[in-house]
């Protein structure tokens, strides 16, 4: 299935001032919010908050656990939520999606489960410097602990890779290239599909960071090519709690189990045990089954409305703020100039004032962004900062906020400018 | 929370720039906002003659160390000691007493904000280590 057919952007425009309605976060104070935090988490719309509480009000079971009707449809539940989530990033099957507790707890079943039990000295790993620490930090243990390198792919001036200075990057010793789709920090949408072909020529497996790309613009696995993928679902609508790690076949049944303990062996000995089939062998302990049902309502939401439609409509809030912030005096914004390359995140500084500030007076003035590294260190040092500002859009947004950030950064100015 | 004393302080710093006269300079920072600071401390017989500090960081660690530097010069070592736990304290217990120097009354804003409140204590923590370092 390509793209197009997964996505399709429909030829009416669609009515994003109906869509924001089913946020009830943004009805629900008496104060206006304008959010703008979204690359941290997302809003939930109704659908996910009803099938949450629907699922603790009349759903509520053990998964695989119970022989009885409602732990029987409790365990169907979860699977269709597993087929949901694999249509979503059109994976061929869902024994490739393994839930997980977050984007996060998934790089570190890949850092410990299958990194860690085949690199040798000698190996080498790399990132990119706009990694957010979790997928960074993992992959340095287990390069210390395996005696590996861990390179990383510098950036030019203006954020985007630097693959032509990462010499090695497809050579002999490379194990694993682990990469984010799309930058927390600069909003740059990184040319994953080309980096996953030049690898495969070489056999080298990728793992995909899509925790910030995966609500907001086409994700395709079979289309990508990629051997890892994980997500988050607080990100995309869905509830804390939850993400996965999409892993092809072959990589999978290299990959031990994180976390030991009930459902995910067959047979216990005291000399040794038959781990269980994949996926429950990586799903140790009871399921998060609310978590699950409510990850697959927010998949089926954002496909109903169209991650082409989402992308553009972003990219738009995003174009309009880049150009309101460029005019403001002092005001930096971090990454490429044009918008070509850009979600909908926007770091930015102002000259003389601190991004924890500019973050707390906007916050006085109802609008929520977010201020500091972004668990992006390596990142800060090639920006040569120490912190940005960001604001970052998502389709419930609109120009009303766009309008409120500018306000609250002008009132920043006049608080604590020269 | 940005209340006109704190603002005088961030706008004019007190006893802000060069550290080189200093018996004692010590460096405070917070690597998660990048926060940094020195302060430096010259006593005269028990007694502390200038407190001085320099460094980048947010509004409220600028102005907390300014108002830092004014209200303990002139203190004995011990009594700049004293302060310095008062504000600790001040800042770790939502029901515990202002300090008894009224003119740290313009921080409490910040202990509404639980999230600044490293950047407030992070130049009392260096005057701290500058007061071990004598």
Redesign the interface.
């Known amino acids: 299935m390509t793209h197009e057919a997964l996505n399709p952007i429909p030829a009416e425009k669609p009515d994003f001032d109906a869509i924001r309605k089913d946020f009830p976060i943004f009805t629900s104070g008496a104060e206006p919010l304008h959010y703008l935090d979204s690359a941290a988490t997302s809003q939930k719309p109704h659908c996910v908050i009803d099938a949450i509480a629907d699922c603790y009000r009349s759903q509520y079971g053990p998964v695989h656990r119970g022989l009885y009707p409602l732990a029987e449809a409790a365990s169907e539940a979860y699977e269709k939520a597993r087929r949901t989530l694999a249509d979503f990033i059109n994976a061929p099957s869902p024994e490739e999606i393994i839930f997980t507790r977050s984007a996060t707890e998934a790089i570190n079943l890949v850092a410990c489960g299958w990194a860690g039990q085949r690199l040798v000295a000698g190996d080498e790993m790399w990132v990119s410097q706009m990694e957010h620490h979790s997928n960074y930090l993992p992959w340095q243990r287990v390069c210390r602990d395996r005696g590996a390198s861990l390179r990383v792919i510098p950036l030019d001036s203006s954020g985007q890779l630097n693959l032509d200075g990462a010499t090695g990057l497809f050579g002999k010793n490379t194990r694993l290239i682990a990469i984010t789709h799309l930058s927390n920090v600069l909003g740059i949408i990184n040319p994953v599909e080309k980096l996953i072909e030049l690898a495969a020529q070489k056999s080298i497996p990728v793992l995909i960071d899509a925790a910030q790309s995966a609500g907001h613009i086409p994700v395709d696995v079979q289309a990508l090519n990629c051997d890892f993928l994980v997500a988050s679902a607080h990100k995309m609508c869905g509830p804390g709690g939850i993400g996965f790690l999409f892993a092809k076949m072959e990589s999978r049944q290299q990959t031990e189990p994180l976390l030991l303990g009930g459902g995910m062996v067959d047979q216990v000995q005291s000399g040794t045990s038959l781990w269980t089939d994949i996926p429950a062998r990586f799903e140790a302990g009871s399921p998060n089954l609310a978590g699950a049902l409510g990850f697959a309502v927010a998949a089926n939401y954002i496909q109903q409305i169209g991650r082409g439609r989402i992308m553009k409509r972003e990219h738009e809030l995003a174009d309009t703020a880049f150009e309101v912030l460029s005019g403001i005096d002092g005001l930096s914004i971090y990454g490429p100039d044009s918008s070509q390359h850009r979600s909908g995140i926007l770091s930015f500084n102002i000259d003389g004032i601190h991004s924890h500030d500019v973050a707390q007076i906007a916050g006085e003035q109802g609008v929520a962004i977010r201020a500091g590294h972004h668990c992006c260190q390596p990142l800060m040092q090639h920006l040569n900062t120490s912190s940005t500002a960001r604001a970052s859009f998502s389709f419930y947004n609109n120009e009303e906020d766009i309008a409120a950030l500018a306000s609250a950064i002008h009132e920043t100015i006049k608080i604590l400018g020269p | 929370?940005?209340k006109t004393v704190l603002?005088d302080h961030?706008h004019n710093p007190r006893n802000k720039g060069e550290l080189d006269a200093m018996d004692s300079v010590k460096r405070g920072s917070n690597?998660?906002?990048?926060?940094e600071i020195e302060v430096g401390i010259r006593t005269d017989d028990e007694v502390l003659e200038s407190v001085r500090f320099r460094g980048r960081?947010?509004?409220?660690?600028l102005a907390s160390a300014s108002i830092m530097s004014e209200c303990t010069q002139g203190l004995t070592i011990q009594r700049a000691r004293h302060l310095v736990r008062e504000m600790v304290k001040w800042f770790d217990g939502t029901d515990s007493e202002a300090p008894s120097d009224t003119t740290l009354a313009a921080l409490g804003a910040v202990r509404q904000?639980p999230a600044?409140k490293k950047?407030v204590l992070l130049p009392w923590m260096a005057l701290d280590d500058s007061l071990d370092g004598k």
Do not use: A, T, V
């Open positions: 929370m940005y603002l961030f690597p998660r906002c990048g926060d960081g947010c509004s409220i660690c904000h600044r950047c």
